[in-house]
Every structure is written in structure tokens, then in C-alpha cells.
């Protein structure tokens, strides 16, 4: 059994920068694949980010791209999201999530096997 748990959320004005901090339990994190959604009020949850095991690939949305970098250290079995010069647009629960299936992009909820209770971001203008 898998736990997630996301931490570093909160409020910040547009411009500002937040790193989202992801810890996983068991042992399969470091062969896993993560992934980053977020999930505004009132719409779908999107992707955001993801990272293959050894974090040497990454993947991002377009809409975060030069803003956001994903990263992990799995020796604290630990997936971080770095946000820079955020927007209010970004504003959302931030989610992430492991997918056992370590190979290549995949950027739908389906596709991801265990999930954290979510982190809030607020971005004001």
C-alpha cells in the first residue's frame, strides 16, 4: 500500500514562487513514475507535471512550462514541484500521484495508481 501526502501549499501574491512537497510510503516509489495535477473549483483535474523514476525525464503542461519544475530525491522518497512566477489562473488544489507504470508520458488521472489528499494553492493579483 501506497500513502501519499502533499504539503507547501498556501497563499501568495502573482509573481511569487511555492514548492509543493509530495512524501510517499512503501517501497515503490523509486521505481515509480509521479505526477503532479491540480484541480480548480469547478473543473476537471488537469495534469501539471510528471517525472520518471530515475528523474531524468520530465514532462510538463504547456501551461507551466518555464514556470514549474518537478524533481525528486528518492532517498526521502520525496516528489517536490518548484512554482515560479505564479498567476492567478494557477490557483487550485495541487495533487500528486504515483504511477506504477514507470515508461513515458502520461498525463491522464486514469493512468495513475495511488493519489494524496491534495494541497490548496491560492495566487492573488
Known amino acids: 500500500q501506497v500513502q501519499l501526502v502533499e504539503s507547501g501549499g498556501g497563499l501568495v501574491q502573482a509573481g511569487g514562487s511555492l514548492r509543493l512537497s509530495c512524501a510517499a510510503s512503501g517501497r515503490t516509489f523509486s521505481s515509480s513514475a509521479m505526477g503532479w495535477f491540480r484541480q480548480a473549483a469547478g473543473e476537471e483535474r488537469k495534469f501539471v507535471a510528471r517525472?520518471?523514476?530515475?528523474?531524468?525525464?520530465?514532462y510538463y503542461a504547456d501551461s507551466v512550462k518555464g514556470r514549474f519544475t518537478i524533481s525528486r530525491d528518492n532517498a526521502k522518497n520525496t516528489v517536490y514541484l518548484q512554482m515560479n512566477s505564479l498567476k492567478p489562473e494557477d490557483t487550485a488544489v495541487y495533487y500528486c500521484?504515483?504511477?506504477?507504470?514507470?515508461?513515458?508520458?502520461?498525463?491522464?488521472?486514469?493512468?495513475?495508481?495511488?493519489w494524496g489528499q491534495g494541497t490548496q494553492v491560492t495566487v492573488s493579483s
Open positions: 517525472i520518471n523514476w530515475s528523474g531524468v525525464s520530465t
Open positions: 500521484a504515483l504511477d506504477r507504470y514507470n515508461s513515458g508520458y502520461r498525463d491522464t488521472v486514469g493512468s495513475y495508481d495511488y
